[in-house]
């Protein structure tokens, strides 16, 4: 479910990135899309089940997909279904130091220098994937931020910002981020 979901996304962010975003100038910092699933809310006390990534460049080839098994006896069955895996399941998944060696190494092989971890949901999904390379592998090679795909897109695309609560709300966040140019100006910050 993390790779499907993080392919959608990285698809729909390279459709609509101008080739210097997507990494062909120089010095640009190359981003990678993730996506992440897990049995509760925060890292350490529930776990990292699953995690997706692509490289956003043109034909979206570079993907990496990992199950985690669980690090914690603590599980919320409501988030866990989210995945689509049973916790006898992930009982079975892979171990978790050797799932984020193995991104580790699929990030330095695709990537020159540092990459911009984007996420649909940053600040859940960046927190997983911080904790588990830190607890791990005892560095991130995202270091200490991300940013997130709707916020990243209503750059490039200089779309205003919707503050009235009142607006239609899709539901992707490229949609989303474009929702404005369809909305009356009461919907623009």
């Avoid at 991300?146 to 490039?156: H, I, R």
Wanted: hydrophobic share 40%.
């Amino acid at each position: 479910m993390a790779a499907l979901s993080a392919m959608a996304a990285a698809s729909n962010l390279a459709a609509h990135m101008s080739p210097p975003l997507m990494g062909e100038e120089a010095g640009a910092m190359p981003y990678v899309m993730v996506d992440v699933e897990s049995d509760g809310p925060i890292p350490g006390d529930y776990s990292m089940i699953c995690i997706g990534a692509v490289l956003v460049q043109e034909g979206l080839r570079e993907t990496f997909y990992g199950r985690l098994r669980p690090i914690s006896e603590q599980w919320i069955p409501e988030a866990l279904a989210v995945s689509g895996y049973s916790r006898a399941e992930t009982l079975s998944f892979d171990d978790p130091k050797a799932v984020m060696e193995a991104f580790a190494d699929w990030i330095a092989e695709n990537v020159k220098g540092r990459a911009l971890l984007v996420s649909d949901n940053n600040g859940f999904d960046f927190a997983f994937v911080s904790w588990y390379f830190w607890h791990f592998t005892g560095a991130n090679p995202f270091g200490h931020s991300s940013t997130n795909l709707g916020s990243l897109y209503k750059d490039w695309s200089r779309t205003p910002s919707r503050t009235s609560s009142t607006c239609a709300r899709p539901h992707t966040p490229i949609t989303r981020s474009m929702m404005p140019r369809a909305t009356p100006k009461r919907c623009w910050r």
